[in-house]
């Protein structure tokens, strides 16, 4: 029986990849580039932040620092309304809170970044606990975040189930003893105990194994 759920945020509870490629690319027109396509920055983000940084730095001699600040700026220009959770997610998150569940967050987005968008799309009362980047502890693929969050939460790993949109997010909740789903289609070497592309696969799934 699944009794919590453990998320990341962004890619997995919020849609926020449209808005980063948006940021990453009006950044490097801001530096007087032209930047590549949506696909091609896609591709660098869905690693990370810091890898699509480091590339496009290389890529266009850039300063890796003077890039970043620009992409943040931009970004941060972006409204979180054009960040919306991904159709589905907030019905799950509330189906495992009224039959007794919790959900919980592990991301490596800051707290401040992270209560905006929970506080624009009405979901804070949705989470019992989250854990950013603010908490200093190692960036996942690490499994420290997951196993105190285990722990300070008095959880049962057989109960629990991680979701994220990347190997990182995986490869973490696998090292720390929890099953494991992997949401969308890109390429990822680690493999989950369940792969999905939409959460109405991922709701089937929950109602299947509550038994």
Request: aromatic fraction near 8%.
């Amino acid at each position: 029986m699944i009794r919590y759920l453990i998320w990341d945020a962004g890619g997995t509870l919020f849609d926020t990849y449209p808005a980063t490629v948006q940021a990453c690319r009006a950044a490097l027109r801001d530096m007087g580039q032209s930047p590549p396509g949506q696909d091609v920055v896609l591709r660098l983000v869905r690693q990370s932040r810091a890898h699509a940084m480091r590339v496009l730095a290389h890529s266009y001699a850039l300063d890796v620092a003077v890039l970043t600040a620009r992409f943040q700026a931009r970004y941060a220009d972006i409204a979180p309304q054009q960040q919306p959770p991904f159709p589905g997610v907030v019905d799950i998150c509330r189906a495992m809170c009224a039959c007794g569940g919790q959900n919980f967050i592990i991301t490596h987005r800051s707290w401040a970044a992270l209560q905006t968008l929970l506080r624009v799309h009405r979901m804070r009362a949705d989470f019992t606990a989250c854990i950013t980047r603010d908490d200093a502890y190692p960036r996942k693929p690490d499994p420290t975040s997951t196993l105190a969050l285990l722990t300070d939460h008095h959880l049962d790993a057989t109960r629990g189930l991680v979701i994220g949109d990347r190997d990182l997010d995986i490869q973490a909740g696998r090292a720390a003893g929890l099953r494991t789903c992997f949401l969308g289609t890109a390429p990822h070497l680690t493999p989950a105990d369940l792969e999905i592309t939409d959460y109405a696969q991922l709701q089937h799934w929950i109602q299947r194994n509550d038994k």
